[in-house]
């Protein structure tokens, strides 16, 4: 028996009037994932406990059974460990997003967050932007005073990790669920080392926006990566293991760090995959086929699949591209994972994490449906996915039942 999950980041919403009041999963076409659901269970679970952060690092948490109410420090930490940094005692880890402030003749306070990723900014250059301003010399006497250094990676996203950072009290705010405010509503705030963060933040933007690929970037009628932003800080951390908790081999393909580090921390294997970039243009294709080799050809007994692509777009405001990105989860990911598993008894695993609102572009929790389809055949619920016919399933209130469900014989 092969098990296989696939995270539809950010997949379920809310009805939206943009869509005629309809949700983007009743809206796209996805008849793959229907006859999934039809044939299979489908159900609601709730990913994000009470009291925690709606957000992929909570959810995902649970769905690989990893209680955030007990292992929950921050997502920094978990993206931190798959690029092997190992945290000391003392340290704090921080995502720095490349984010993109309003320009003009205002106050840094008063500029407005227009993008969390920069408009999408090409990795390579996201990579150039943050290594040249935590080499400038004009930051670094404040990067070495705040104890802060930067890893890297070739996305929107970096880690910065603070040397005994204190994150007591210290509130820190994802951008991506305020965009169009003020940033002076959103800064650092709760301890003195928010202070301390602020000051490099806004130094950031001083020196990001006068470099020559952001002039030209504005020039080109693109949005400048002119600021880093610090949030989702966190201490070391360690997870339980997987294999030992469910007696399975298995594998996390994704291009988001916070998958692979959850996997790093559970014994479970990395891939990556050529193309996967997380934003709707990724290579769906590429981890179809690498989902398929590793429970067919690599003797691993479950495979997670993670696409990041409905999020993006979603908090990009990009509704046209979140249907088209879910209709390629159907199509390109689901569609061939069946086609390679044909011959095969298996068990399939299909939910979104959290909402991710069209109306707001921010995240909310509450439930999310979920499907559990089998092979061999059973009870279907004879409806199609969507976050209305989930709620006339079963109701798991905790999602960290999810993996014992799936592997329930």
Known sequence: MKYILIIGDGMADDPTAALGGMTPLEKCRKPNIDRLAREGILGSVRNCPEGLPAGSDTAILSIFGCDPRKYYTGRAPLEAAAQGIALNDGDLAFRCNMISLEQGDMPFERRRLISHSSGGIDGELSRELAEYLFS???????????????????????????????????????????????????????????????????????????????????????????????????????????????????????????????????????????????????????????????????????????????????????????????????????????????????????????KTLTDTRGHAGGYVPFIIYDSRGGEGSGLDYSEKNGLKGPIVEDGTALMSLLFRA
């Not at 130094?203 to 400048?224: K, Q, T, Y």
């Not at 932003?229 to 201490?235: H, I, V």
Request: charged share 20%; glycine share 10%.
């Open 136 to 354: 400038h010399p004009d930051f670094v006497p404040f990067a070495e005073k705040a104890g802060v250094s930067i890893h890297t990676t070739l996305s929107y996203r970096h880690i910065v990790i603070q040397s005994r950072g204190d994150g007591r009290g210290l509130i820190l705010t994802p951008p991506h669920d305020h965009l169009g405010d003020e940033a002076g509503l959103h800064l650092p705030r709760g301890n003195g080392n928010a202070a301390v963060l602020t000051e490099l933040m806004k130094l950031s933007f001083d020196i990001l926006s006068a470099h020559p690929a952001n002039i030209r970037r504005v020039n080109e009628g693109l949005l400048p990566a002119n600021c880093i932003w610090f949030w989702a800080e966190g201490t070391a951390v360690s997870l339980p293991s997987f294999p030992a908790a469910y007696g399975k081999k298995g594998a996390v393909i994704s291009a988001v760090p916070l998958c692979h580090g959850i996997a790093a921390l559970t014994g479970l294997k990395m891939i990556s995959v050529e193309g996967a970039t997380g934003e709707k243009d990724t290579n769906y294709e590429g981890k179809a086929a690498a989902a398929v080799k590793a429970l067919t050809e690599n003797g691993m007994d479950f495979v997670g699949v993670h696409i990041e692509a409905p999020d993006e777009c979603t908090h990009n405001g990009d509704t046209p591209g979140k249907l088209q990105s879910i209709e390629d989860i159907d199509s390109r990911v689901v569609a061939p994972i069946l086609e390679g598993l044909k011959g095969e008894d298996f068990r399939m695993l299909i939910l979104s994490d959290h």
